[in-house]
T-cell receptor, first 113, second 112 residues
Framework: GENVEQHPSTLSVQEGDSAVIKCTYSDSASNYFPWYKQELGKRPQLIIDIRSNVGEKKDQRIAVTLNKTAKHFSLHITETQPEDSAVYFCAASLAGTASKLTFGTGTRLQVTL | DAGVIQSPRHEVTEMGQEVTLRCKPISGHDYLFWYRQTMMRGLELLIYFNNNVPIDDSGMPEDRFSAKMPNASFSTLKIQPSEPRDSAVYFC??????????FGPGTRLTVL
C-alpha cells in the first residue's frame, strides 16, 4: 500500500518568514495530494490540493508543488502569520476511485511574533 | 449544509463497557471514513465505506471494533469491550467521489 513520509515533524518560524513542509510517497499510481490544517482541538480541514497533471498550485499565501518523478510534494506558506500555527498533514491517494487517503505524520508549525 | 455531524462529542466510560460513536455524513456524499487520532500514532484510517458498503477495514485494530452503515445518512463505530488504550479522538469524514474529505468535529473518547 501507499506510504507517506512527512518532514519536519516540528517547525518554528518568525512571523513574516516562509515555511516549507515536505512529503514523499511510495505509490507511483497516486494522483491526488491534499494538505490539511488542524488547529488545536479542531478537525482537519483541507487548505489546498494538487493533482498529478499539475506541477504547482497557488492560493494566496499557500502553494503546493509536485514532483511526480521524484514522488515528492511540498507545501509552501509565505508571509506567515500567527494564525498559521497548527498541525499540517499531507496525504496521497488515487483520486476518484474506491481508494483511501494515506496521511503523513503531521508537522506542527509554530509562528512566533 | 451542517457538515459532517458526530455524536457524542465527548465520551467517558469505564473499561469493559460498550461504546457507540455515531456519524451523519454530508448529504450526497458517497464515501464515509472513520479515523482515530492519537499523539503516538497520528491520524489512522480505521475503515471506509462506499455507497454504504465497507471497502477497506484493514485499519480496524481488532475484533473489539466494528462499524456499520445501514443507510446513506448514518454510520456507527462500536467498541466492545472498551479498553484504556482505545482512548483517542475519533473522526468521521465524508466525500463525494473519493476526493476532498470533510471531517466531522470528532468524538473524544476516554476509557478509564
Amino acid at each position: 500500500g501507499e506510504n507517506v513520509e512527512q518532514h519536519p515533524s516540528t517547525l518554528s518560524v518568525q512571523e513574516g518568514d516562509s515555511a516549507v513542509i515536505k512529503c514523499t510517497y511510495s505509490d507511483s499510481a497516486s494522483n491526488y495530494f491534499p494538505w490539511y490544517k488542524q488547529e488545536l482541538g479542531k478537525r482537519p480541514q483541507l487548505i489546498i490540493d494538487i493533482r498529478s497533471n499539475v506541477g504547482e498550485k497557488k492560493d494566496q499565501r499557500i502553494a503546493v508543488t509536485l514532483n511526480k518523478t521524484a514522488k515528492h510534494f511540498s507545501l509552501h506558506i509565505t508571509e506567515t502569520q500567527p494564525e498559521d500555527s497548527a498541525v499540517y498533514f499531507c496525504a496521497a491517494s488515487l483520486a476518484g476511485t474506491a481508494s483511501k487517503l494515506t496521511f503523513g505524520t503531521g508537522t506542527r508549525l509554530q509562528v512566533t511574533l | 449544509d451542517a457538515g459532517v455531524i458526530q455524536s457524542p462529542r465527548h465520551e467517558v466510560t469505564e473499561m469493559g463497557q460498550e461504546v457507540t460513536l455515531r456519524c451523519k455524513p454530508i448529504s450526497g456524499h458517497d464515501y464515509l471514513f472513520w479515523y482515530r487520532q492519537t499523539m503516538m500514532r497520528g491520524l489512522e484510517l480505521l475503515i471506509y465505506f462506499n455507497n454504504n458498503v465497507p471497502i477497506d477495514d484493514s485499519g480496524m485494530p481488532e475484533d473489539r471494533f466494528s462499524a456499520k452503515m445501514p443507510n446513506a445518512s448514518f454510520s456507527t463505530l462500536k467498541i466492545q469491550p472498551s479498553e484504556p488504550r482505545d482512548s483517542a479522538v475519533y473522526f468521521c469524514a465524508s466525500s463525494r467521489g473519493g476526493n476532498e474529505q470533510f471531517f466531522g468535529p470528532g468524538t473524544r473518547l476516554t476509557v478509564l
